[in-house]
């Protein structure tokens, strides 16, 4: 087998394009939680605290000095990152603990009772007529 063959094999199998498929969505999901932190949860927040826009704040470490840009410590970015991820994980969170439950229901449900198979068909009218007999 080929390596082409091969890896057409590998990258056409169900998991992996499922996954690929998931990391696209990920990524998709990750720029509208970041815009959703960034543009619509940390204004207000930050008013609430007093006018801090969280991406502003750091802490100087070294300053200026002649063509050589301050050294900043950027932790109000960071902060924006962290409740990113909060909320990134929270949402799939929900969304697995939502396919957790109806993979439970559908165990809960009452499996149907096999169908007989044909000899047990025959073995019954046996027993019916045997018992019409008596």
Not at 5 to 23: P, Q, T, Y
Not at 104 to 128: G, M, Q, V
Request: net charge negative; proline share 4%.
């Amino acid at each position: 087998m080929s390596m082409m063959s091969e890896f057409r094999d590998f990258a056409m199998r169900g998991n992996v394009v499922d996954m690929a498929v998931g990391i696209v969505i990920g990524g998709a999901f990750g720029k509208i939680v970041s815009s959703f932190v960034n543009d619509i949860l940390m204004p207000p927040l930050g008013m609430a605290i007093g006018g801090v826009d969280f991406s502003q704040l750091s802490m100087v470490l070294k300053q200026a000095a002649g063509e050589a840009e301050a050294v900043t410590l950027n932790y109000g970015s960071f902060i924006q990152t962290v409740v990113d991820f909060v909320i990134i994980a929270f949402a799939i969170f929900m969304v697995i603990k939502a396919m957790n439950s109806m993979k439970k229901k559908e165990e809960e449900k009452p499996a149907e009772p096999p169908k007989p198979t044909a000899e047990e068909n025959l073995l019954s009218e046996i027993r019916d007529l045997l018992k019409d007999r008596a």
